[in-house]
């Protein structure tokens, strides 16, 4: 026992006299969670601020061009270019601005566009009434398209790009279903004398009603705050691997790993010493990163962090997930021979795995084979025990499947150090 | 020297590292007796720390059986590294931590604690002049200093075996001076030193039996003195060591 407490008080030390070290253990995931909680909260708030300046370029001069260009104004997502030094922007122009990065996106609507869309709502009604004629239809039977040209910067984003042309689309569809009935208003009125024109308006008879399924009365509603810090906690957390490997590299590489070698006993010690020293650390840097959730975010006017009543299983799952890390550490600092293996093995696998975990890009919407490989992160069993707990209101029993798999984790990278060390022995 | 059951005995001693053709020590056998101060000596590469890692359990031998104070590693490992000291070529001590905090870490991992422990350290810091400096640390030693608490961590505890691997290198006169008249004291005291280094002069003047050790093979094996009047070309130790390892230069 004295062996052990002497371990520990010597990590403690040693980390404690390292600054660049303790900065790095705990400042550094606190940057990582504000800014990345930040980027992700604000992204919405952070487009309409910034206003996208967007050319438009309006050869209608009708319905449809009004339309777009209205709904553009009104979503106070973009900026509407429409004339360079007090000159109308031709097509070629906006092309060229929009190739040279100078504006994301460049629209052309062409002209007649909305008679365009008039005539192919005449030739319907016409098809529909072929025996009547009717005033104020033309007598149109032909279909015609008509092409709004969208230039796209190439470094725009797909999401972005995909969101511009949904509410391009849906301008577009609102006039054709618009220039719809009141034609066939027109129609009908005709027809019938008696019957009064019907004003066209937005019936908006579907409305969506969203409702976060549960199976308990949790009042926790999902926001950007519940699942960004449980994912870039289990991020920060696992980050512990490269001072924890690094430190296993320098003890060898200073030779005091030699000694200790050498010494009763010892070597286990010191390695049980380290685990729980660092295991220390990375439950620190877990109830900073709530303290960040439930404090600090608050105060910078994003939502507070909702921890649930299961604080027994958040604890225990907090203790999984930093016993995972640090067997991973102790693994690579075992394998890795020089700091550069160390810190570039270590910091790209907690990025594969932060990948696979669906740290950055959600697990269901990845590819199929990629999901089956998802299974295998530790960060995606960190995460979605937490996500449980924070989101599902899961107890201990509902996160034992993942704190399993972490503690196993664990005994598979010690196992690893261990089977290293010995075929090392017997070199 | 009457003979006595040999504390440290080495029967067909081989080593092949993985993935080399060439053994780094090849069939030695050698017995060394309690209160020796025996030197291994050779040119770089000859096999001396490949020993000396094999005697204090870092490495397990390719064939061969050594036995130390009539135990073997893997039987009793433990017993055999509680009677051991070691003290490396390399500074194996904590750099940010001060000269007292490394010696109680060691000296707890050893057993030692309380007041025997605090008592055992102030007389090993007086003993090498280090006891103004016990609370500064490790980093800001001079060279000769980082020598000399590398070898207190070593010897704290006691041990029966002390194995010194180059302990002098890198020091100036003083220190070395200091280094080798304890060692001596030590030594008297009955515990037995297993000694390696480069420096002919100081092993000749150091040990009482010496094996020169070349391509991991002892060529030659005896008390000093008597090597030395050997054959009447030898003039010293070190005239005995070119003579048979060569003048050409090695590389590790």
């Given amino acids: 026992m004295l062996r052990l407490l002497s371990s520990i008080y010597k990590e403690f030390l040693v980390l404690i006299r390292d600054r660049a070290g303790l900065a790095i253990l705990f400042l550094m995931p606190l940057v990582l969670i504000l800014i990345m909680t930040l980027i992700q909260d604000a992204t919405f708030k952070t487009v309409k601020e910034a206003s996208i300046s967007m050319i438009l370029v309006n050869n209608d001069h009708d319905s449809l061009g009004e339309a777009i260009r209205k709904g553009l104004i009104e979503s106070e997502f973009f900026q509407i270019v429409e004339e360079i030094d007090g000159e109308k922007i031709s097509e070629e122009q906006a092309k060229d601005a929009v190739a040279k990065g100078k504006y994301k996106i460049g629209i052309i609507i062409p002209e007649r566009a909305t008679e365009a869309i008039r005539g192919n709502v005449d030739a319907l009604i016409n098809k529909s009434f072929k025996t009547y004629s009717i005033a104020g239809v033309k ?109 296993i590299i320098k003890e060898r590489d200073e030779g005091s790993a030699f000694r200790l070698k050498t010494m009763p006993g010892s070597y286990v010690t010191v390695m049980f010493s380290k685990i729980l020293v660092f295991l220390g650390v990375s439950f620190l840097q877990f109830l900073l990163m709530l ?79 990629m999901r089956i490989l998802s299974q295998f992160s530790p960060l995606n069993w960190g995460l979605s025990g937490f996500y449980n707990i924070f989101l599902r209101n899961g107890d201990i029993l509902t996160v034992l499947p993942e704190i399993l798999k972490l503690l196993l984790f664990f005994a598979v990278m010690l196992m690893i150090a261990i089977g290293y060390n010995k075929i090392h022995r017997s070199k | 020297m009457q003979e006595k059951q040999p504390i440290i005995e080495i029967k067909h001693l081989t080593k092949v590292y993985r993935g080399s053709d060439v053994p780094a020590i090849d069939n030695i056998s050698l017995d060394i007796q309690p209160g020796e101060i025996y030197g291994l000596l050779g040119p770089n590469g000859a096999g001396k720390t490949t020993t000396i890692s094999i005697l204090c359990g870092l490495f397990d031998p390719t064939a061969g059986n050594i036995f130390i104070d009539g135990m073997e590693y893997n039987h009793s490992s433990e017993k055999i590294k509680s009677i051991i000291g070691v003290v490396p070529q390399d500074i194996a001590l904590y750099p940010s931590l001060t000269a007292k905090e490394n010696l109680t870490f060691f000296g707890h991992l050893y057993g030692l604690k309380g007041k025997n ?118 003039t010293d130790l070190e005239s005995i060591f070119l003579h048979l390892t060569g003048k050409a230069l090695r590389d590790e």
């Fill in chain 1, 291 to 369: 303290m960040v959730g439930l404090y600090v975010l608050p105060a910078m006017g994003l939502p507070q962090l909702e921890i649930g009543p299961h604080k027994l299983a958040l604890v225990i799952l907090a203790l999984a997930s930093g016993l995972a890390a640090t067997g991973l550490g102790v693994a690579i600092g075992t394998i890795a021979t020089t700091h550069e293996q160390s810190s570039t093995f270590g910091a790209v696998s907690i990025i594969i795995f932060a990948a696979l975990g669906g740290i950055w890009v959600p697990i269901y919407v990845m590819p199929h084979y």
């Fill in chain 1, 139 to 247: 007598k149109r039977t032909k279909k015609s398209s008509i092409d709004i040209i969208i230039y796209i910067d190439p470094a725009t984003s797909h999401s972005f790009k995909n969101s511009v042309m949904s509410s391009l689309k849906e301008f577009t569809s609102q006039l054709e279903i618009k220039l719809f009935f009141k034609n066939f208003s027109m129609a009908i009125s005709e027809m019938f004398p008696d019957q009064k024109a019907i004003e066209f308006e937005s019936f908006e008879t579907i409305k969506y009603k969203e409702v976060y399924a549960s199976t308990t009365n949790s009042e926790i509603l999902p926001n950007s705050v519940q699942h960004n810090v449980p994912a870039w906690t289990m991020f920060a957390m696992f980050f512990i691997v490269l001072p924890l490997a690094g430190n």
């Fill in chain 2, 117 to 234: 422990l605090r008592n055992r350290i102030d007389e090993c810091l007086e003993l090498f002049g280090l006891e103004k400096t016990a609370n500064r640390k490790i980093k800001t030693y001079s060279g000769g200093m980082k020598r000399r608490i590398n070898l207190i961590a070593g010897i704290l505890h006691k041990p029966k075996i002390i194995f010194l691997d180059e302990p002098t290198v890198g020091v100036d006169v003083q220190s070395r001076n200091v280094i080798l008249n304890h060692l001596r004291d030590i030594n008297k005291e009955g515990t037995t030193l297993i000694y390696t280094s480069h420096y002919m002069e100081e092993a000749e003047n150091f040990c009482t039996r010496v094996a020169i050790i070349d391509q991991g093979k002892i060529i030659t094996e005896g008390k000093p003195k008597d090597l030395v009047n050997s054959k009447e070309e030898y």
